[in-house]
C-alpha cells in the first residue's frame, strides 16, 4: 500500500457525522472484526450492513465498496468503533 493510498483511505475531508442508529449489533460485530483481523476484504458487506440500518450517506456506502485497499487507520472502521483520528498501533496497518 502507497502512503496515498494509506492516505486516502485514513484522511476523509471532511470527516463524516456518524448517526447512532447505524450502529446495530452487526455494523458494530462487522467493523470489530475487519479491524482486529484486519480483515478488509469484509469491507463490502459491511457496506450492506449499514444500508440495511437505513445509512444513506453515499461517501461511507462507496469508500466500504471502492474495492482500493484498506488498512488499520481506515475512516470508516475508526468512525464505527469510536477511533477517529487514532494512529494505528506501532506502526502496523
Not at 36 to 50: C, Q, S, T, V
Not at 53 to 80: F, K, M, P, Y
Request: net charge negative; aromatic share 6%; hydrophobic share 45%.
Amino acid at each position: 500500500m502507497t502512503e496515498a493510498e494509506w492516505l486516502a483511505c485514513t484522511n476523509p475531508q471532511p470527516m463524516l457525522e456518524l448517526c447512532a442508529a447505524w450502529l446495530t449489533r452487526e455494523v458494530r460485530a462487522l467493523a470489530d472484526g475487519i479491524y482486529a483481523e484486519r480483515a478488509f476484504d469484509r469491507m463490502p458487506l459491511l457496506a450492506d450492513a449499514l444500508e440495511a440500518s437505513d445509512c444513506t450517506n453515499a461517501e461511507l456506502i462507496e469508500h466500504c465498496r471502492s474495492g482500493r485497499q484498506h488498512a488499520r487507520g481506515c475512516w470508516v472502521v475508526d468512525l464505527l468503533l469510536g477511533k477517529e483520528g487514532e494512529a494505528p498501533a506501532n506502526g502496523h496497518l
